[in-house]
């Protein structure tokens, strides 16, 4: 026992002496100055332990007798074991002197640690080079806080990065203010004693409160990471300023929420000259309409004050007895042409306005221009060409064909203007993709004089025209504008000055397939209705009643006339002979022509009904879509014509 005792002894007076001369070293001495929890170790040539020593009390201890006589191999990860990285760090020490590296190690217990080693390579008095000395740190507390700082300061960079004269501070999970800078003081009022602890709602109105809105901003900035808002806000004194504020969620490295940034900043300044800017832009904008206004009502002024020259003139001319025959056919032709041109007019205004109500069929485009060509010959004459370029398989559009006519003859006149009655008119049309979707264009060019800059901006106003006074109504383009919008299409126009000008209609290609090889409506001889046709007439206006029932009796018609749609219904049940179409006007007090058309519809559904409207909010909605529509003024002609197709079309669905 005695011996045993002796021995262990002389054992730990040796590894003390070790130990010691271990920490005299002045290579070691070198190391120690630099950190401050580590433990200390000697290897030989082979990598193989000699003396391990650790020194800080918080470093885990590892038993010297498992750890003297084997290589340090056993600290490094199984995967940095498996890649021999151990041995790699002992040949660089070798090679240049020195080693240091940072990285995952494993303590003696088996958990994970960041650990710093430096290795240095010992060589005796004679430069020989005879083992390994270096220290291992474990430096995890130093990471993770390292980890901690960065965050807080990234976050912190996140919310004062490029912003000036903010208020900034920082909130608690809950809401409370933690701190608070030197803007936030200056634009709410509160210094930094009376700031913190408080919450974050003592800057929000009362009603603002009482809804729970600064809840519901963190809730919102919880979920989504962030929030931004514009609103009122109040100062330390009460009083109300407008601001724009951030809230950014701050995480740890598990996630969870820590708290709040939060960025406010006074933008009062900035709102007030908003406000005023939409002031005046509000005025400016109605000075515009009222000037739009008085142009719109100057030319409609103009243009139907010459008109009723005209009928007034004629008609006072015709009671003249002693007229001959040939006088009096030429005033009542003038009194028939200028009532056309008057209708043509009203179009244009309700195709400018939007309002006009149209019939889209499903059209092509290229069969059109085939079909109006010989039309456009004879309007342009034989000093102007007209060259066709058309698209290959052109899709489909959907738009009123006597509207889309209207548009391309308006715009061919245009360009014979333009080019002073000699030139080429290119007719092109293409498929393209537009902000919509797929589109047709349809390109009308000139080789005109082409529009000036500041001219071409105004084209599309309404009555703004180039062309001397009598010359043309100034409703042409916009018309056309008006036609293109309300068809879900736009029109857009490109001119040069010298070289001519383009007008591109674009128009959204139709879903269903084409029904038919030509886009037109048949424009046949007028249909004669059958005579004996018995017509129930529902209109609330006299002298339009009269007329109508003048020319259906001239027709051979039987006709019985309702004042109203209340009246029309009493008719239906009373006649006993029946009737063979209802012909009604869509704007009636009361019953209106829609309402009624859809009782009819239902008490009758094999009863033709006819519209008939000069202007209607409904109908221009698209609502009664389903029956026949037919515009006022109309003409003799016009009316057979649609009564005999509506009679047909209900035979056919019968």
Request: negative net charge.
């Amino acid at each position: 026992m005695l011996v045993t005792i002796r021995r262990y002894a002389i054992l730990m007076s040796a590894a003390q002496a070790s130990r010691m001369a271990l920490i005299d070293d002045p290579q070691v001495s070198e190391l120690l100055g630099e950190i401050s929890d580590f433990a200390i170790f000697a290897l030989d040539l082979d990598g193989v332990c000699t003396a391990w020593t650790p020194i800080s009390r918080s470093y885990q201890v590892a038993p010297v007798d498992e750890v003297v006589g084997y290589p340090l191999e056993k600290f490094y990860t199984a995967e940095d074991r498996e890649s021999g990285l151990y041995w790699e760090n002992l040949k660089t020490a070798a090679r240049e002197g020195r080693l240091d590296s940072v990285g995952l190690r494993e303590r003696w217990d088996g958990s994970e640690a960041w650990t710093r080693i430096s290795i240095v390579k010992k060589v005796d008095s004679a430069g020989d080079h005879v083992g390994y000395v270096g220290i291992v740190y474990d430096e995890t507390r130093q990471h993770d806080a390292a980890r901690a700082l960065h965050a807080s300061e990234e976050a912190f960079q996140t919310l004062i990065q490029g912003l000036h004269d903010h208020a900034i501070f920082m909130l608690s999970p809950e809401g409370y203010i933690t701190n608070w800078n030197a803007g936030a003081e200056r634009i709410i009022g509160y210094t930094a004693e009376e700031a913190i602890g408080q919450h974050m709602s003592v800057f929000h109105t009362e009603a603002e409160r009482e809804r729970g809105m600064p809840d519901q901003i963190l809730e919102q900035a919880r979920i989504a990471g962030r929030y931004f808002e514009e609103g009122w806000r109040v100062r330390r004194d009460g009083e109300r300023f407008r601001a724009e504020s951030h809230v950014q969620a701050i995480h740890d490295e598990g996630g969870s929420i820590i708290g709040f940034g939060k960025i406010t900043r006074d933008i009062t300044e900035q709102y007030e000259a908003r406000r005023h800017l939409a002031a005046t832009e509000e005025a400016l904008n109605q000075s515009e309409k009222l000037r739009s206004l008085g142009e719109l009502t100057g030319g409609i002024a103009h243009d139907f004050n010459n008109l009723l020259t005209v009928v007034r003139g004629s008609a006072e001319l015709l009671k003249n007895q002693t007229l001959s025959d040939e006088a009096k056919a030429r005033h009542i032709n003038a009194i028939v042409e200028t009532a056309d041109r008057a209708s043509e007019l009203t179009g244009q205004l309700l195709s400018f306005a939007r309002r006009q109500p149209l019939q889209p069929k499903r059209v092509d485009l290229n069969a059109v221009i085939l079909d109006m060509t010989e039309l456009l010959k004879r309007t342009l004459g034989g000093e102007v060409s007209i060259l066709k370029m058309p698209g290959a398989d052109l899709w489909p559009v959907r738009a009123d064909p006597t509207q889309l006519e209207n548009l391309i003859l308006n715009a061919a006149i245009n360009a014979r203007f333009a080019m002073e009655g000699a030139g080429t008119l290119t007719l092109a049309t293409q498929n393209v993709g537009g902000p919509n979707g797929e589109e047709v264009c349809l390109s009308i060019s000139d080789t005109g004089v082409g529009i000036a800059p500041e001219i071409l901006d105004h084209v599309f106003e309404p009555f703004f025209t180039t062309k001397g006074p009598g010359e043309g109504t100034g409703l042409g383009l916009s018309q056309a504008y008006g036609f293109a919008a309300q068809s879900g299409g736009r029109l857009e126009i490109r001119s040069e000055v010298g070289r001519g000008t383009t007008l591109s209609l674009h128009l959204p290609r139709a879903e269903a397939e084409l029904a038919s090889s030509t886009g037109r409506e048949d424009k046949g001889a007028d249909l004669d209705v059958p005579r004996g046709t018995r017509v129930l007439l529902v209109e609330d206006s006299r002298t339009v009643a009269v007329f109508a029932q003048s020319l259906l009796e001239d027709m051979g018609c039987e006709v019985v006339h309702a004042k109203c749609g209340e009246e029309a219904l009493i008719a239906l049940d009373d006649e006993p002979s029946g009737f063979d179409i209802v012909f009604s006007d869509i704007v009636m007090p009361g019953l209106s022509g829609l309402d009624l058309a859809a009782k009819v519809r239902c008490q009758k559904p094999t009863l033709p009904i006819l519209l008939a409207t000069g202007y209607s909010e409904a109908a221009a909605r698209g609502e009664g879509s389903e029956f026949p529509i037919l515009p006022k003024p109309y003409k003799r002609g016009t009316l057979s014509t649609k009564l005999r197709e509506t009679m047909d079309t209900f035979s056919k669905a019968a």
